[in-house]
């Protein structure tokens, strides 16, 4: 196991490596370059002030120099550069901003893992019930909605019509949990729901799997108890595929956030990235996606890591 | 609703040319805050914290490098500058207590005022103030447009302790105008390298923190000089947390859940309903934020020929606009100074909505079908909108127009390199008409040389003189003639007013904004502002 | 190292049927009807998933026959007008039929999204294939690709392809061309995983040997004989996968990066819409209606699909 850990981690370098090339090419061969960014309108044509500009941000120098230099500032001094928009540090910025995707991120998984749970094993014991097909029903449209369009729908209807929830806004769950969480269900939800119908089916597929197993019908003639053999056996195995896609989605979830950030002014990672793209903040955007593919590839790792101590069948290469 | 009108420019400032006295700027003072009085009779509580939903987030905290916009960013109120304004828009006296020009408009005395500091409790003298405008020029640590709103200031010179003066590069008037805190705000030398992190500013709140996108602190400097006519400290609130909430819709949720207790705008689209279902559980103000017009490119595209120009100006009905953009609100216009104001000028024509006239135009000049691109800036929602009106309108008569979005760096790029056809523009309302008609228009202005890029002899001389008369009366006469001119050729073409509409809950009292929605001015605004609860 | 234990199941024993044996004749009717019924439930759902997308191609290729107006010609008199006879949908701020704007608005999305998810396949297929065929540090090497391409946080890869090609003040045509490009070449990892998985197991089967045997070329013996057996998974894969490239390029339009005004387009009208949310709140529906409708359709069919193509699948 251990040895298979370190296989992996070491796996990990070159496709953080690549990522890393992928992100500094794509950044400078956005038109609308750096010096247009920080220079005035006025300035950005006077080929003085570019040529000064261009040597102050190290500009001048053929692009596989600049990619060493950039990523030798992170690796050795954990240094990400400033950025060209706020003149603050970058690493500083991402990393406040982080904890708010992370909260949205944790807690929206865990709602649809609320919900999927119960739901699936419902529809997966009252199979070809009606409830089955209620279930069955409600998920495959919870996958079809549009994210943005269910997270207006939301706020106009909870906030605005019902008055119950407040439109948004950050609060650390460390400050005050209460609030927090009042200002948290909303994107939590926006977000959860649409989860959740991934995950039910995927419960109920994964319980129907188990139950047809041999163990289930012999722990029954055994005369166990239904419920017992249902929770105690059958669910726990067909948690772990469960689990583990929650836990990629949550990965996924780091990066894919920006719509329902945006919508609802959620300060996380996801808004940072999309504003320092609007505004051509290449330092950020580097650095940001850097983090981002990072964290992706280790919670990935974590998660499959996971699977395999849980699941012993697997055969480890 | 309270629309302010500014009726009494031209007394101040004559007497402000004539080197008033101390005893004649008390008085101006005291009748800058007659209308604060009132207010102040209602035994302002001092204290509060007032929860600001602003429309945007600064990107930056370095005031000489990031506009911190006077009448949306909450961080504006950290600063103030050699002159103020008050509630009316007239140019009254701020960090400095007086000045006056010398003989020919060249150089400005200003003189300051004893005893002010900056938050970290540094005196305001002339050396401060020197440092400040060399770092604004300098291009390494100013910001564009910050250099270019005091491009006419060439050096600053220390004459006393509290006497500084300023050199002009061009004789004009309009030095006092361009000191103001909009655009040009004093910062703490001492500070100044902390600036992206800690600003230090003179205003009546000071820095505490800001978390980007989450929430701008600031508090109550203890310190500050200016008092109400009953001698109480401004400001009244302890303190101001801005919160950034873009989506308008979410903005005006959190005012109406009470998350926040003042909003600085709110959509087009909501202005009539929140009027008509809420205007007695809140305060509501309309205010006049600027101008939006059709830019024509001189430089290359179709709009070099003076027929198009025509066609496509008479192709634009403005009605259109105003119902489709504005929903009703603002006025349709054909200057930027909104009728009212002193700069609002008479007589002047501009061609009429008439569709027929511009396709048979385009058809004599065998012009039908001319590709058109239609620049604007993807954020700016109402250019947007206003860009897919008038590239309709334009369509119906003939025209080929391609709408071109663009982010704010390739916009920028776009326009300096001249790469459009016709752009849609915005104005912000600048409290000197030379910042209008100058720099838009005047061929030497940098800025105008990326907008149309229009050239007119008669019209450069007349931005000159104008600069340089002291009698408004006369100026008037001139920009009359000059606009006059500019809607013959047509460099741009005017279309509407820009209102801004903001609201906040009763509990906020004694606040009203600037005529041209400014925050804070002399005795009023946020700083005279207090919380009931 | 597999251990026989309780919990393994030889294959393809099926316990149902075994069950049903015991039971009397009247149990054995009912679970056959119910059976009937959940087959007949299965399948509508995935015949009304195809018949959801036959509407929507339909819709998408006779627009100008169907659409009552023209969608991007704007009337000032008309703006804002809830749904009537004249407008089905209602208009617009602009006075714009939305009717007709949704039913255009379904070919440009149609046409991106199966040409974007057609680009995936040809790009991600090779790649699998090879990949999965050829083993070894080859196959190392471009799953370690692959696996940087995934960690590309998603939509962030889509925005800066989408600011890429808007900055270019490109016409409309490459516009789109580009936005193609852009899904395309997001949708290809994933494709080239899934097409690796099958061709690994199929690579062991004897007929791989055989043609070995023979000295068939490598390129033959995947592109003709191992491929085709790999199709169902990968035909799965590429309906549903349409449903979410429609997700992502309304999503793209509603953040203000899909095409430029004033073409019409269902996420750039939700946008639009956003605005009178509280005041006419039908300006959302429809598009989010459209939306979900179009994935929903594509969904139920790549899931009816799957149960033909796929009987392993335990959702019988």
């Not at chain 1, 230099?69 to 991402?94: A, C, M, N, P, Q």
């Not at chain 1, 808004?271 to 950020?284: E, G, H, K, Q």
């Not at chain 3, 605005?275 to 039908?282: D, G, L, Q, S």
Request: hydrophobic share 45%; charged share 20%; aromatic share 10%.
């Amino acid at each position: 196991m251990i040895r298979y850990t370190l296989y992996r981690l070491v796996q990990l370098i070159p496709v953080l490596l690549m990522v890393s090339v992928f992100v500094f090419v794509m950044i400078y061969a956005l038109p609308g370059d750096v010096i247009d960014a920080l220079a005035g309108e006025s300035e950005a044509q006077d080929p003085l002030v570019r040529a000064a500009l261009e040597k102050e941000l190290g500009l001048d120098k053929p692009v596989y120099v600049r990619y060493f230099v950039w990523l030798g500032k992170i690796v050795i001094y954990g240094d990400f550069g400033k950025s060209i928009t706020t003149g603050r540090s970058i690493g500083v910025e991402v990393f406040k901003r982080i904890p708010a995707t992370v909260y949205l991120a944790i807690v929206a998984v865990t709602l649809s893992l609320i919900i999927a749970i119960p739901m699936g094993t419902i529809a997966a014991v009252r199979r070809r019930t009606w409830v089955d097909y209620v279930v069955t029903t409600a998920s495959v449209t919870g996958i079809s909605f549009p994210q943005f369009w269910f997270a207006i729908l939301c706020v106009l209807f909870f906030s605005l019509f019902l008055g119950w929830l407040p439109a948004s806004e950050y609060k650390s769950p460390f400050d005050d949990l209460g609030l927090s969480i009042k200002h948290l269900i909303l994107p939590a939800s926006a977000l959860g729901v649409r989860l959740a119908a991934i995950t039910t089916r995927l419960t109920r597929s994964a319980m129907l799997d188990e139950i047809r197993k041999e163990y289930v019908d012999t722990a029954r003639s055994l005369g166990l108890p239904e419920r017992r053999v249902i929770f105690k056996y059958t669910l726990r195995n067909a948690l772990i595929p469960t689990i583990t896609v929650a836990g990629l989605q949550f990965g996924n979830l780091l990066g894919g956030t920006v719509v329902i950030e945006a919508i609802f002014a959620w300060p996380g990672i996801g808004l940072t990235l999309y504003d320092a793209i609007v505004s051509r903040d290449y330092p950020m955007v580097q650095a940001s996606v850097l983090i981002l593919a990072t964290a992706f590839v280790l919670v990935n790792l974590l998660v499959d890591l996971t699977y395999r101590l849980l699941n012993p069948r697997i055969r480890l290469p | 609703m309270a629309r302010q009108h500014t009726g009494h420019e031209d007394e101040f400032s004559r007497r402000q040319f004539l080197a008033g006295t101390g005893g004649a700027l008390v008085g101006m003072s005291a009748l800058g805050l007659a209308g604060q009085a009132a207010a102040a009779k209602r035994h302002p509580q001092r204290g509060g914290t007032l929860n600001y939903g602003a429309s945007g987030d600064a990107s930056g905290l370095d005031a000489h490098r990031h506009n911190t916009n006077h009448v949306s960013a909450p961080l504006s109120v950290m600063y103030t500058g050699l002159t103020d304004l008050d509630q009316a828009g007239n140019i009254v006296p701020g960090l400095a207590e007086s000045w006056e020009p010398n003989k020919d408009l060249t150089s400005w005395v200003f003189h300051l005022r004893k005893g002010v500091l900056f938050h970290n409790g540094r005196e305001v003298d002339a050396e401060a103030i020197k440092l400040n405008f060399e770092r604004i020029k300098n291009p390494k640590t100013g910001g564009d447009w910050e250099r270019g709103a005091i491009a006419n200031v060439d050096r600053a010179e220390v004459i006393d302790r509290h006497t500084v003066r300023l050199y002009a590069v061009a004789p004009s008037v309009t030095m006092p105008a361009n000191v103001m805190h909009y655009p040009t705000r004093m910062m703490a030398p001492d500070a100044f390298d902390t600036a992206a992190d800690h600003p230090i500013g003179t205003g009546p709140f000071k820095f505490v923190s800001w978390t980007r996108y989450s929430e701008t602190r600031m508090e109550r400097f203890e310190n500050y000089w200016e008092t109400d006519a009953e001698g109480n400290n401004l400001p009244y609130l302890d303190a101001i947390i801005g919160k950034p909430k873009q989506e308008p819709s979410v903005r005006l949720t959190a005012l109406r859940t009470g998350q926040v207790d003042f909003i600085d705008t709110m959509a087009q689209a909501d202005i009539t309903p929140f009027n008509q279902d809420h205007s007695n559980d809140y305060h509501i103000w309309e205010w006049h934020r600027g101008g939006i017009f059709t830019v024509f490119n001189f430089r290359n595209g179709p709009f070099q020929d003076k027929r198009l120009r025509t066609a496509a100006s008479h192709a634009i009905d403005r009605n259109a606009i105003h119902h489709a953009v504005f929903y009703g609100h603002g006025a349709m216009a054909d200057q930027p100074y909104p009728e009212g104001n002193p700069w609002h000028l008479e007589g002047i024509t501009s061609l009429e909505y008439d569709p027929e006239r511009a396709k048979a135009i385009l058809k004599e000049a065998r012009a039908v079908g001319t590709e058109v691109s239609l620049l604007c800036l993807s954020t700016w929602v109402i250019g947007r909108e206003t860009a897919q009106v008038v590239q309709d309108l334009l369509s119906a008569v003939g025209f080929k127009v391609e709408v071109n979005l663009l982010d704010m760096v390739p916009w920028r790029q776009a326009r300096t390199k001249g790469a459009f056809s016709a752009s849609i523009q915005g104005n912000t309302f600048r409290y000197d008409p030379d910042d209008f008609f100058g720099r838009n228009l005047y061929s030497k202005s940098q800025y105008a040389k990326i907008l149309s890029g229009w050239h007119n002899e008669r019209y450069d001389q007349l931005i000159e003189e104008a600069k340089r008369t002291v009698d408004t009366a006369r100026r008037k006469a001139m920009y009359t003639e000059a606009w006059n001119i500019a809607n013959a050729e047509l460099p741009f073409f005017f279309l509407h007013e820009l209102t801004d509409t903001s609201a906040a809950a009763k509990a906020v009292q004694g606040y009203q904004p600037g005529s041209a929605g400014a925050l804070a001015y002399h005795g009023g605004g946020l700083r005279a502002a207090y919380m009931t609860t | 190292m597999a251990r026989a234990s309780i919990t393994s199941t030889p294959e393809g024993f099926d316990f149902e049927t075994a069950d049903l044996a015991r039971l009397s004749p009247k149990i054995r009717l009912w679970r056959g009807l119910k059976e009937a019924a959940w087959e007949l439930w299965r399948n509508r759902l995935a015949s009304i998933g195809a018949a959801m997308v036959i509407i929507l191609f339909l819709v998408a290729i006779f627009a100008p026959v169907l659409a009552t107006h023209n969608p991007v010609k704007q009337n000032y008199r008309e703006m804002l007008q809830t749904p009537s006879e004249a407008h089905y949908f209602g208009t617009d701020k602009f006075g714009r039929d939305i009717w007709s704007r949704t039913v255009w608005g379904a070919r440009r999305l149609v046409i991106i999204a199966v040409l974007a998810v057609c680009l995936g396949m040809l790009g991600g297929i090779p790649l699998g294939a090879i990949s999965g065929y050829f083993g070894g540090k080859l196959d190392a090497v471009l799953m370690r690709v692959v696996d940087a391409w995934l960690a590309f946080p998603g939509i962030l890869f889509y925005l800066l392809a989408a600011s890429f090609i808007r900055a270019y003040e490109l016409s409309l045509f490459w516009n789109t061309v580009g936005l193609i490009v852009a899904l395309g070449a997001a949708r290809m990892p994933s494709m080239a995983r899934l097409v690796r998985g099958s061709v690994l197991a199929e690579r062991e089967k004897e007929y791989v040997e055989a043609s070995h045997v023979i000295g068939e070329s490598h390129l033959y013996i995947v592109f003709r004989q191992i491929l085709p057996n790999c199709l169902s998974p990968v035909i799965i894969q590429a309906t549903i996968a349409l449903g979410f490239e429609l997700l992502i390029i309304t999503s793209l339009s509603f953040l203000g990066l899909g095409a430029p005004p004033p073409t019409p387009d269902w996420g750039a009208d939700l946008n639009l819409a956003r605005e009178h949310m509280v005041t006419r709140p039908y300006l959302a529906i429809f598009p989010g209606l459209a939306i979900s409708y179009a994935v929903l359709g594509f969904n139920l069919f790549g899931d009816g699909l799957r149960d033909m193509l796929d009987p392993r699948i335990a959702d019988r």
